[in-house]
């Protein structure tokens, strides 16, 4: 028997109309077309989803898992990018 | 351990601390990562060859209506499966290892499953106590430390409420019926009342695994805090339904024998497993075949993920 698997394919589901497509898990597949179907299956069966993206677990880039990755550190200094960071009295209304 | 090594530790115990939840790419004790491994891999076996003792049923539905329900239940235990090897697979497991550790013998499933459906009433007895006793073991491991296996688990606790509730109303329509149909599902409850017990694993003394799993908080409560929460939840509902629940003492030199493979169907079960699996060698490499092809066709534009 080959030691050859099917690739992985990550799963996003939107799951109505306006709401962003959200990871729900990873299946394998042979190819895209049928990394669809699997999805469909695998994770719509109750019509969890309007619509669903797949793609390969290996075209994926990701950011080191350590949140205190140099990566992140430019924003942790500006606090005055927070609305909360300014005082406004509190009789100054709609803001 | 290296300065390093510490540092990692350092920061994974705190995390652990926080009640913050353990992802696939972060640093963690190779202990951590082989419990999980070993819990979420028995976990989805469970939910595979769970298809096998109702799926024999299907064929022998007594109505249409039935054989849907049944027909969508155990769709849904090869979907559980499927999300559960998903997320044993973010820790670096194949797929097909833990194929082959499941028909090997090497890694374990559900003793529940070793015993054999002798009748329809046994579809309502498993949905009522064996996915009652799941639901009542799942639904704190949606809170579990390991980040992929909690979020399987929320999605599963979400499907399994109607395993239990098809389970129940199909034993309360055959209370409602004959004197022959009431004594088929006592005789179904009395035979699955103690290995449902069971499901919940061994003695807390006996339970090597867990203090140290829930030190990780992999697992959230001991096995007989568990059992006797789901006793305590069980009780009315066979009240309602008018059957007897037999004694809870349990015989747990029968649950080692049929956890080591020695319950009346567990030979039949990982034959079956290995049959179908087997026979799905060549539509697997059919497909493999197909999307290696060349020169590839011209794929549809499906346009871009927006």
Redesign the interface.
């Known amino acids: ?6 690739p ?1 394919y990550e799963v ?1 589901v939107r799951s109505k109309r306006g709401l962003n ?1 959200v990871h ?5 597949a ?2 895209d077309a ?1 990394a669809l179907r699997h999805a469909r ?2 994770y719509t ?2 019509s969890e989803g309007v619509s669903i ?1 797949v ?1 390969r677990s290996d075209a994926i880039t ?1 950011s ?3 949140e205190k990755d140099p990566l992140f550190a430019p924003s942790g200094d500006k606090v005055y990018r927070h609305p909360t960071f300014y005082d406004i009295p509190d009789d100054v209304p709609h803001m | 351990m290296t300065a390093v090594e510490a540092d990692l530790a350092a920061g994974f115990a705190a995390t652990i601390a926080a009640g913050d939840r353990i992802e696939p790419r972060d640093w963690m004790p190779e202990g951590y990562r082989r419990t999980v491994v070993r819990q979420v891999a028995q976990h989805a076996h469970s939910e595979i060859i769970g298809m096998q003792p109702e799926g024999a049923w299907i064929t022998r539905a007594p109505s249409l209506r039935r054989k849907a329900i049944l027909l969508a239940k155990v769709q849904d235990e090869a979907g559980h499966g499927l999300y559960l090897y998903s997320a044993c697979e973010t820790l670096g497991v194949s797929r097909q290892d833990l194929t082959e550790q499941l028909i090997s013998g090497a890694q374990k499933y559900s003793s529940i499953f070793n015993y054999p459906t002798l009748s329809y009433a046994d579809v309502g007895t498993i949905g009522w106590l064996v996915d009652g006793a799941a639901i009542c073991n799942q639904v704190p491991l949606c809170r579990t430390s390991y980040g992929p296996y909690g979020r399987a688990m929320i999605r599963i606790c979400k499907e399994e409420s109607f395993h239990q509730r098809q389970g129940f109303e199909l034993l309360a329509t055959m209370m409602r019926g004959t004197d022959e149909q009431r004594a088929m599902v006592q005789e179904s409850v009395d035979r699955f009342w103690r290995p449902a017990l069971m499901m919940f694993g061994p003695p807390d003394a006996d339970s090597p695994n867990t203090q140290q799993s829930m030190e990780w908080g992999i697992k959230r409560h001991t096995n007989d805090e568990l059992r006797a929460r789901f006793i305590e939840m069980t009780a009315p509902q066979a009240a309602a339904l008018g059957v007897t629940l037999p004694g809870n003492d349990l015989d747990w030199d029968e649950f080692w024998r049929v956890v080591k493979g020695g319950g009346p169907c567990a030979t039949e079960r990982i034959a079956h497993r290995k049959q179908a699996h087997d026979d799905g060698a060549w539509v697997r490499e059919a497909a493999t075949a197909f999307a290696a092809r060349e020169p590839r066709e011209p794929q549809e534009p499906r346009g871009a993920a927006r």
């Open positions: 028997m080959t030691r050859s698997e099917w992985l996003f497509h729900v898990g990873s299946l394998h042979p190819d049928l299956d695998v069966r109750r993206w793609v990701a080191s898992p350590d």
